[in-house]
């Protein structure tokens, strides 16, 4: 395979020829194979060859169309060769690698048009793959236990034989089993309290095969922020337990819909504890020959894990409309987690012992000393609760306490912006106000470039935004009257984004009372693998498409997304994490509501036009715009060029003039 896509001269720098070949490709190449020039990619370039020559971190800020994706693809494929390290590209979530990678999406149309072939592997998160230890627990009696039956059924062979393996092809990812729901794939996926490294089925498992297969790539990872940040969080501790970090050294950071990061950090660097998965940990000691001492020790902390957890349930209540629930710290609750990490630090000391003693397997008891060692982290911050974010969530097994950090700034300057390559964020909405104060002091960096460029679009004849009156503080029905008007007009062929789990459901329950909508297909995320849904909807053109994550990145050009219908403006939600936003915020609803709420509605309405010959409609179900001036000023600001919000009067909203 040829190094390059263009003949390297070694005495000039090698990022300028970089970029005259791209020059070449936007301005000649592409447009030879139909490809529209866009003067966009160009500019975008040259901000991009100036990052990447001096490894700098960018913010690139490029409307709809602007195709940044194709050029900052261009630059990590040349830069991953030049340095001989794989470049990562990290999209905000794992419907969003699937878009990439897909074989009509960008990888493949640069692949076709410019003869390139391109090594690009996909790294999912750890619960993205089916767990052989969970699917083999599956008891009879469980209601879908014909459908894990057939899921078992379907093994590679390679997997129920223990001698060596002569062929792999890979297995066990969320996308090859679109018919279950999101309930029954969790009860078979990976989740945080499964434990790998004592597993006797972890070098048959399909996420560790495919594991080492992305390792090997040449030119491209694709990720998601939440698997890059865990690599980031995971690094030196899976080096200290001689394992391979979750991803090879590479040479450059591409963090596509950038503004997403954040979120994803503190994900990565949350702690889940629950007493069953404590329980299973410290007896693993009891397997071996240990001391009296030690044993006795484990039954005490066991007795206290249990009253920890039921201290804690006695001091959580529910929050509306959220599956977390808050936490009340007291007194008696530090006291119970001050009693318990005393006994799980005399554990460790006795350990200390044991360890001399070799009565114990040594990878075992590093693995049991590296988990306690966590446990303690987590609970030390816990007892700092001016440093964290807790709450708790119910399950069959009982409760699990979930601890994480309040800011992650300081993890990012260290381990991400300081390790002097180039780092690109890409997004349509970066910025607020023209301004990326907001996105640099959450992330936590102060050296950076940025630029902004406009889409191509002709929003004012492309694109018709209405805000329906109401006149019962838009009710339940009086939405669904409304959306019924408009899914009438576009005879479907719409995205319905919800703000919460709750009002899709309430949606989904009221459709089978309109039958004027009873001829349209409805498509619910949850249902089905996310993936799979969105290519039903691409290829069912008249069905509706209803969704609570698909505000950034669904890219759907064409009739079949002709209506975009956003049922109320998206607010963050009253969970633990943004209340703790907003009690450390001077102004809570200017600093944290309002920002959050206009890059969503921005990236929301965004998914309406992706060509230059897209038409549609962008409704926004929301009472507040109607009688809060300063809001509404907001998001008119956030409109395209020559859009104007449009006031309809109920019983017209189907009435809004449009092109179909």
Not at 153 to 162: C, D, E, I, R
Not at 264 to 285: D, I, M, N, W
Request: proline share 4%.
């Amino acid at each position: 395979m040829k190094q390059y896509p263009f003949e390297y001269d070694h005495s000039r720098p090698f990022l300028q020829q970089v970029g005259e070949w791209v020059a070449d490709v936007f301005y000649d190449i592409l447009p030879e194979a139909g490809f529209e020039v866009r003067d966009e990619q160009i500019y975008m370039a040259y901000q991009l060859e100036r990052a990447f020559a001096e490894k700098q971190t960018i913010f690139a800020e490029a409307g709809v169309g602007t195709g940044k994706t194709l050029v900052y693809l261009l630059y990590a494929i040349c830069y991953a060769r030049y340095t001989r390290k794989p470049a990562i590209i990290a999209c905000a979530d794992e419907s969003l690698i699937e878009q990439l990678a897909k074989p009509e999406g960008d990888l493949a149309k640069l692949a076709h048009h410019l003869s390139l072939t391109i090594d690009a592997r996909m790294a999912k998160s750890a619960d993205r793959y089916l767990c052989l230890a969970k699917l083999d627990q599956v008891k009879t009696g469980d209601e879908d236990y014909d459908v894990y039956s057939a899921v078992r059924a379907g093994l590679p062979a390679f997997v129920h034989q223990y001698k060596a393996m002569q062929s792999f092809h890979p297995y066990g990812d969320r996308k090859q089993y679109p018919h279950l729901d999101d309930h029954q794939w969790n009860k078979i996926s990976w989740d945080t309290f499964q434990d790998c490294f004592s597993c006797d089925q972890r070098h048959r498992c399909g996420q560790t095969l495919t594991r080492e297969h992305y390792r090997k790539s040449t030119d491209l990872i694709i990720c998601s922020h939440d698997f890059y940040m865990e690599h980031v969080w995971t690094y030196e501790g899976r080096k200290r337990e001689g394992q391979l970090p979750l991803l090879p050294d590479h040479c450059a950071v591409v963090f596509d819909e950038g503004h997403l990061l954040e979120s994803a950090a503190q994900k990565a660097l949350t702690y889940s504890l629950k007493h069953s998965g404590f329980e299973e940990l410290v007896c693993r000691l009891l397997k071996g020959e240990i001391r009296e001492s030690l044993a006795v020790l484990i039954d005490e902390a066991i007795d206290r894990s249990e009253s920890l957890f039921y201290t804690l349930s006695k001091h959580c209540e529910d929050i509306p409309g959220s599956e977390r629930k808050r936490i009340i710290l007291g007194e008696t609750l530090q006291e119970e987690v001050r009693l318990f990490r005393l006994v799980i630090e005399a554990i460790e000391e006795e350990l200390v012992f044991e360890s001399d003693l070799y009565t114990l397997n040594e990878y075992q008891l590093r693995i049991v000393e590296e988990q306690l060692e966590t446990i303690q982290k987590a609970l030390s911050l816990f007892q700092s609760s001016d440093a964290l974010i807790s709450w708790a969530t119910e399950a069959e097994d009982g409760l699990t306490l979930v601890i994480m950090p309040r800011a992650v700034k300081e993890v990012l300057r260290e381990r991400v912006f300081a390790l002097n390559m180039p780092i690109v964020f890409s997004s349509a909405t970066l910025s607020v106000g023209g301004s990326f104060d907001y996105i640099t002091s959450s992330l936590g960096t102060d050296r950076y470039l940025s630029f902004s460029t406009q889409s191509p679009y002709d929003y004012e004849n492309q694109m018709k935004v209405v805000a329906p009156q109401w006149t019962q503080r838009a009710s339940g029905e009086e939405k669904m009257k409304a959306a019924a008007g408009l899914l009438a007009e576009t005879g479907g062929r719409a995205l319905i984004l919800f703000n919460g789990r709750e009002e899709m459901l309430q949606f989904k329950e009221l459709l089978p009372s309109y039958p004027e909508l009873a001829n349209m297909r409805f498509w619910f995320e949850g249902d089905a693998e996310i993936s799979h849904l969105i290519g039903y909807f691409q290829r069912d053109e008249t069905s509706v498409l209803c969704a609570l994550t698909l505000w950034e990145g669904l890219d759907v050009p064409g009739p079949s997304l002709s209506n975009v219908i956003i049922w109320s403006l998206p607010f963050p939600p009253q969970d633990p994490v943004f209340m703790a936003k907003r009690e450390a915020a001077a102004a809570p609803h200017e600093e944290v509501d309002l920002p959050y709420m206009l890059l969503r509605l921005q990236q929301g309405m965004g998914r309406l036009i992706r060509s230059g010959a897209d038409r549609g409609i962008v409704a926004i179900l929301s009472e507040e715009i109607h009688h809060d001036a300063k809001l509404r000023e907001a998001i008119e600001k956030l409109l395209p060029q020559g859009v104007q919000l449009q006031d309809v009067e109920p019983g017209r909203v189907s009435s809004t003039g449009s092109h179909f």
